[in-house]
């Protein structure tokens, strides 16, 4: 990507009584992109965005908005635009005035102010709820107010910070492909922030993992799966086995005393590493072709595969499979080289750290 | 659905209530309506209204009731303002010293008060040591004006700073998110929202200060006659039906300007009220 980035965060550090929440952030945001900051509750996901939005003051760092340096610029002046956690409408003021507040402090004309107003209740289907109050609405439909008196500004950006959390499980997924949608056809930049993993893979176009106020790694949604920087992403992101193995040489990793090949090279000799592999990359073989042998634990039916827990090596693997086997069953266990993920011990996450953002 | 066998609960206090809040209701009423023979009359009412000296104290009354709140209000608001912005552990110690007044002795408010603003009191002493010229207020209209704002400032106050403080943050950033300035903000979101608050510090402030006769009588000398004084008179002096009469036309005056209000739709999502820390 070439592109000059819309948004740059350059090395931002934030505390709150002496309590470091971000550190040393460095993040940048292209134009029409979906980002998503994702992290487990306190991570700093609402600070980062408040920070952007001009609503929090870093300690130190810059936040560039173009090539122009906007530390100092005050919120009503930024170009962006927020969607807040718990929406914030104005409960004294009906839907039609919530969407309209924008133009109106803006002065813009009556005629262009109706226009819009109308356009953006329409694409968020609450047509016809212009004279309502915002209390005697649902959930959903404030969210949408919300979504419609932030668009409704035409903003280059859009900040959400969690914006479906308090919606119940069908509505949030509706909701999910709609802002996608509309994501897509405005062209606009969200910046998006949950800590509902599956949330993130499925809307972005890149996901930035944070934990502890540090980008843990920034990538697609299929390179944060499919390999995930450090333990912490792994685990966080989807289910995962997770092991401390020696790394014996290039192609070959030790876990839980047996060889496996791999396809990694360029982690020494005998060092220690962190692998993780995914629940549906084990594969189960008759127990005397298994890299490893195992003795189901529970299994679980989950729709489409069974979950099972199998004891094998000392370690209590997860596995998703089709294949179906009783508990107490000997099995053996398989994993394809390329499924198996080698990460650097923590330590040294710090000094790649950097290089992870691609 | 409410629980009607716990409905017994109120008894003591419908007790109270009939003893103490509707007897005396029906006695001003009774008075107010009979001559001295005991017959049934309008005379005290009309009396009430076509007397001189009590058009004047009731004009007196409202203008002095009128500026008291008015000030109250300009003093309160930019103050609980201030408040929200505090940190928690100063907060509480801020309004505390508003309150303080409060759970003084009346009595020795007054006599503070006056200690200040006496020919000879500190004022004075003040002035002249600057060597400006004297003021003269104990004893006028000016000091009763005083000592209503400092008796009934914290009952503006306290409503007026319980709206605001749960103005939620978020929606003052809202405010500026989309677009608006902070006096914008101010004008389009903080004062609309902190309208049920300002309502009821005006009510708590302006039905006090018309019905008051005692601060008019420690602070104005026996000199201003306030149309509570004009009743307390009357009453003192044995002229229960005048008295009684007086006393009910000033009744509906303080209900109905406590219903003036009522009108207002403002949003009852945010409710005023005084919740001492
Ligand atoms: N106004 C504040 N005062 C003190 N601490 C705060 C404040 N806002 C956030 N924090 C702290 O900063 C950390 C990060 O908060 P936040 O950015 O809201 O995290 P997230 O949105 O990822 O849950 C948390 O530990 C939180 O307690
Ligand atoms: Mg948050």
Not at chain 1, 17 to 33: A, F, H, M, P, T
Not at chain 1, 273 to 298: C, F, M, N, W, Y
Not at chain 2, 149 to 155: L, S
Request: hydrophobic fraction near 45%; proline fraction near 5%; aromatic fraction near 8%.
């Amino acid at each position: 990507m070439e592109k000059n980035p819309i948004i740059t965060l350059k090395d931002i550090s934030l505390s709150f009584d002496g309590e470091q929440v971000l550190d040393k952030l460095d993040l940048s945001i292209y134009d029409g992109e979906f980002v998503t900051l994702l992290g487990p509750s306190g991570c700093g996901k609402t600070s980062t965005l408040r920070i952007i939005g001009g609503f929090l003051t870093p300690d130190s760092g810059d936040v560039f908005f173009g090539d122009k340096r906007v530390n100092d610029l005050p919120p009503y002046k930024r170009p962006v635009n927020t969607i807040f956690q718990r929406y914030a409408l104005f409960p004294h003021l009906n839907v039609y005035d919530n969407v309209a507040f924008g133009m109106k402090v803006q002065k813009k004309n009556k005629a262009e102010i109706a226009e819009t107003v109308d356009r953006m209740l329409t694409m968020v289907g609450l047509k016809g709820f212009e004279k309502r109050t915002v209390s005697t609405l649902s959930g959903g439909q404030q969210q949408r107010v919300a979504i419609a008196r932030a668009l409704a500004n035409n903003p280059k950006v859009l900040l959400l910070d969690e914006p479906l959390a308090a919606l119940d499980l069908k509505l949030r997924k509706e909701m999910q492909n709609e802002l996608k949608n509309m994501q897509k056809s405005l062209g606009i930049t969200f910046i998006y922030v949950t800590h509902d993993q599956e949330e993130a893979l499925t809307m972005s176009d890149r996901v930035v993992v944070m934990d502890g106020g540090v980008i843990q790694q920034i990538g697609t949604p299929i390179d944060i799966y499919n390999e995930p920087q450090n333990v912490f992403v792994a685990d966080f992101i989807g289910d995962s086995n997770l092991f401390s193995g020696i790394m014996v040489r290039d192609l070959l990793v030790n876990i839980l005393g047996v060889d496996f090949p791999c396809v990694d090279t360029g982690f020494g000799e005998n060092n220690p590493v962190d692998v993780v592999i995914r629940p549906e990359d084990v594969l189960l073989v008759p127990a005397k072709d298994g890299q490893i042998t195992g003795t189901v634990t529970s299994l679980i039916f989950k729709g489409v595969h069974y979950e099972m827990n199998i004891m094998a090596g000392g370690y209590k693997w997860l596995v998703h499979s089709t294949k179906m086997e009783p508990v107490g069953a000997e099995v053996g266990l398989c994993v394809e080289p390329e499924n198996i993920q080698i990460m650097h011990k923590p330590h040294s996450v710090q000094q790649e750290g950097h290089g992870i953002d691609e | 659905m409410t629980n009607k066998r716990n409905i017994w609960l109120t008894g003591p206090y419908l007790v109270w209530i009939a003893g103490f809040i509707i007897l005396p209701l029906l006695v001003i009423l009774f008075y107010a309506f009979t001559n001295p023979a005991g017959n049934f009359t309008f005379s005290n009412i009309t009396a009430a209204v076509t007397d001189i000296t009590n058009i004047k104290a009731f004009g007196l009354t409202m203008l002095l009731g009128f500026l008291a709140t008015a000030i109250c209000l300009l003093l309160a608001y930019p103050l609980a303002l201030c408040l929200t912005k505090l940190k928690i552990k100063q907060k509480s110690s801020v309004i505390f010293l508003f309150i303080l007044p409060m759970w003084m002795n009346f009595m020795l408010q007054m006599v503070a008060i006056n200690v200040i603003l006496e020919d000879n009191g500190i004022i004075n002493m003040l002035l002249s040591s600057l060597g400006l010229p004297n003021m003269h207020i104990a004893n006028t209209f000016g000091a009763i004006l005083i000592g209503m704002v400092y008796d009934y400032f914290p009952f503006m106050l306290l409503p007026i700073y319980n709206t605001v403080s749960r103005i939620d943050k978020d929606l003052i950033n809202a405010s500026k998110d989309l677009g608006a300035s902070s006096f914008m903000t101010f004008l389009k979101v903080t004062l609309p929202l902190s309208m049920p608050g300002v309502i009821s510090g005006i009510t708590m402030v302006f039905v006090p200060a018309i019905s008051d006769f005692a601060i008019a009588e420690m602070l104005g000398g026996g000199k201003i006659m306030l149309i509570g004084n004009v009743v307390e008179m009357s009453f003192t002096k044995g002229q229960y039906f005048q008295g009684s009469g007086l006393a009910l036309i000033l009744m509906l005056f303080v209900v109905a300007s406590s219903l003036i209000p009522g009108d207002d739709e403002a949003e009852a999502s945010v409710e005023g009220g005084v919740v001492l820390p």
